[in-house]
């Protein structure tokens, strides 16, 4: 492993945790010329999953495209990036634990908004009008009043039970 500082090969570990859930090390080195300290990760590799596009192309699942497409949805709000890998950590598995190896886009699409809608109305607005691709401002409206129609729904029901 080269340090990303000086770029020398020789690093060192100091510490190496395994995450709560077992699929992946976390590992601190230290670089044995510039003493530059740094985090690694490791993740098994998976067999290999692929995703079928809309317009039918298929392409290697990128779990770094992924990620990039959820940090845009948060992007300024109060969504923490343990959040974001726990969130692509999730959607990975999902698909990891399917018989399929070749999954479409849309499901990628829809197991990341369930969790944004839950996790963060706004960023899930954000996500859903790209994944869905709004062109007017009508369908913005329609996604936001099903948003608020719920929420009006959940403080209800909360009332309703006290």
Known sequence: MNCPDCGNERTRVIDTETSADGTSVRRRRECQRC???????????????QVKKRDGTIESFDRQKLR????????KRDVTETTVTALVDDVESELQGREARIVSSSLIGELVSESLRTLDKVAYIRFVSVYKA??????????????????????EASNSSQ
Do not use: H, N
């Open 68 to 75: 990039a497409g959820i940090e845009r949805a948060v992007e």
């Open 134 to 155: 709004f062109s007017e401002p009508q369908e913005f409206l329609r996604e936001l009043d099903a948003v608020l129609d719920a929420e009006l729904d959940d403080f």
């Open 35 to 49: 003493s530059f300290r740094f985090t690694t990760y490791e993740r098994p590799e998976w067999e290999s999953l």
